[in-house]
């Protein structure tokens, strides 16, 4: 009996107003039970008739009384007997339900870090293009340099650096065992 999530959720607002039901009418019961009482008359006088009638009268009436009660306490008794088990089965449901509400959960957690493994792998890839770029670029400058500043250096007589190359690294990352790591690359300028 596999049931989907929402047909579990059905179920069990179902019970749970079966529930609900089911305790106001043990409450009415209750509060019916309390209400049961025996009005007793004394006699006007207390004639050997008077009194017997009177014995005769209270015990109609405590017997009357007493089945009252006994109705109420049977059909309350009915009425534990079914909140127990609605609740036996509201509990079992809920259980049910709530296991498969953690695995989508955990599915959907599972999915998100699959997703996102991807697209931090993907993102890292673009910044190591973006690095090797920067870095053939850089290259290219040095390269440029090392062509020209011979030339600058004699044009002013004197040795000059067309070009500070102060920056050594450029940002880079690397996988890790259970992470990237976002760190610095050597710049290699020396390249040809």
């Not at 079966?18 to 309390?34: C, F, G, H, P, V």
């Not at 059909?75 to 007997?81: L, P």
């Amino acid at each position: 009996m596999s049931q989907t999530i929402p047909e579990l959720q059905t179920e069990v607002r179902r019970l749970q107003a079966e529930i609900a039901t089911l305790q106001e009418s043990r409450d009415k019961l209750s509060s019916q039970r309390s209400e049961c009482r025996v009005t007793v008359s004394f006699p006007k006088n207390n004639t050997p008739e008077a009194i017997a009638e009177f014995h005769q009268q209270n015990a109609v009436f405590g017997e009357q009384w007493l089945q009252q009660i006994q109705e109420i306490d049977r059909e309350t008794q009915i009425i534990e007997k079914q909140l127990q088990q609605k609740q036996a089965v509201l509990d079992y449901t809920q259980g049910e339900l709530d296991k498969l509400l953690a695995g989508q959960h955990w599915q959907e957690v599972e999915n998100n870090v699959h997703t996102g493994e991807k697209r931090l792998q993907a993102q890292a890839r673009r910044i190591n293009q973006a690095a090797a770029q920067l870095e053939a670029e850089i290259q290219a400058l040095k390269a440029l340099y090392d062509q020209l500043n011979p030339s600058y250096s004699e044009w002013f007589q004197q040795p000059t650096e067309i070009v500070e190359f102060s920056a050594k690294t450029i940002p880079y990352a690397w996988p890790g065992s259970n992470s990237l790591i976002l760190g610095n690359k050597e710049i290699e300028l020396d390249k040809k």
